[in-house]
C-alpha cells in the first residue's frame, strides 16, 4: 500500500492549493507597502551597526488631545537606548522628539525611503533630539559615536510614521 503523502500532486492537488492561496491573499495579504520596507531595510550602509530592538511601542493622549495621533517607541541596544515620541502636526506630517540613554551629545540621522535624503542633528547633552516636519511613511535612526571613538552605531529598526 502506498502512502498517499508519498505520491506526486495532480491537478485536484493543485486546485486545491491555487484556492488555498486566494483565500489566504484575500484575508491575510502582505502589507501593501513591503517592497518598500525590505528595500529600505537591506539598503542600510552601515553593516558595523549595532541594531536596536524596539522594547516597548505605547499610545500615548487622552481627553481633548486624543484626537492627535501620538506614540511612544522604545529601542535598546547593548549600548544605548532610544526612546521617541512621534506626535502629528495639523499639516499632515509629524515631529519626532528623541532622548538617547545614556546621554550623550551625539549625531543622530533620520534614515527616509529615497529620494528623501536624511536628516542630521546632534542631540544635546541630555541625550535630547528632534526632527520637525518629517512626512508619514517608513523611517529608521542611526546613532553615531562621537568622531574617533570606537564605540558601535546604533541602528533602529524601521518604523512607521
Given at each position: 500500500?502506498?502512502?498517499?503523502?508519498?505520491?506526486?500532486?495532480?491537478?485536484g492537488?493543485?486546485?486545491?492549493?491555487?484556492r488555498?492561496?486566494?483565500?489566504?491573499?484575500?484575508?491575510?495579504?502582505?502589507?501593501?507597502?513591503?517592497?518598500?520596507?525590505?528595500?529600505?531595510?537591506?539598503?542600510l550602509?552601515?553593516?558595523?551597526?549595532e541594531?536596536?530592538?524596539?522594547?516597548?511601542?505605547?499610545p500615548?493622549g487622552?481627553?481633548?488631545?486624543?484626537?492627535?495621533?501620538t506614540?511612544?517607541?522604545?529601542?535598546d541596544?547593548?549600548?544605548?537606548?532610544?526612546?521617541?515620541?512621534?506626535?502629528d502636526?495639523?499639516?499632515?506630517?509629524v515631529?519626532?522628539?528623541?532622548?538617547?540613554?545614556?546621554?550623550?551629545?551625539?549625531?543622530?540621522?533620520?534614515?527616509?525611503?529615497?529620494?528623501a535624503?536624511?536628516?542630521?542633528?546632534?542631540?544635546d547633552?541630555?541625550g535630547?533630539?528632534?526632527?520637525?516636519?518629517?512626512?508619514?511613511?517608513?523611517a529608521?535612526?542611526?546613532?553615531r559615536?562621537p568622531?574617533?571613538?570606537?564605540?558601535p552605531?546604533?541602528?533602529?529598526p524601521?518604523?512607521?510614521?
Open positions: 500500500m502506498t502512502d498517499p503523502a508519498d505520491l506526486p500532486l495532480d491537478d492537488d493543485q486546485a486545491i492549493l491555487d488555498l492561496a486566494a483565500v489566504h491573499a484575500m484575508l491575510d495579504p502582505p502589507p501593501a507597502d513591503l517592497d518598500e520596507r525590505v528595500s529600505f531595510a537591506v539598503a550602509d552601515y553593516l558595523d551597526a541594531v536596536a530592538r524596539y522594547a516597548e511601542q505605547q500615548v487622552s481627553g481633548a488631545r486624543a484626537s492627535e495621533r506614540h511612544t517607541i522604545t529601542f541596544a547593548d549600548s544605548r537606548a532610544v526612546m521617541i515620541t512621534i506626535v502636526r495639523p499639516d499632515s506630517l515631529r519626532i522628539d528623541g532622548w538617547l540613554a545614556p546621554a550623550a551629545a551625539l549625531r543622530v540621522e533620520l534614515r527616509l525611503p529615497e529620494p535624503p536624511p536628516r542630521m542633528v546632534t542631540a547633552v541630555a535630547r533630539f528632534a526632527f520637525d516636519g518629517v512626512p508619514h511613511g517608513i529608521q535612526l542611526l546613532v559615536p568622531e574617533g571613538d570606537t564605540s552605531r546604533v541602528v533602529t524601521a518604523f512607521s510614521l
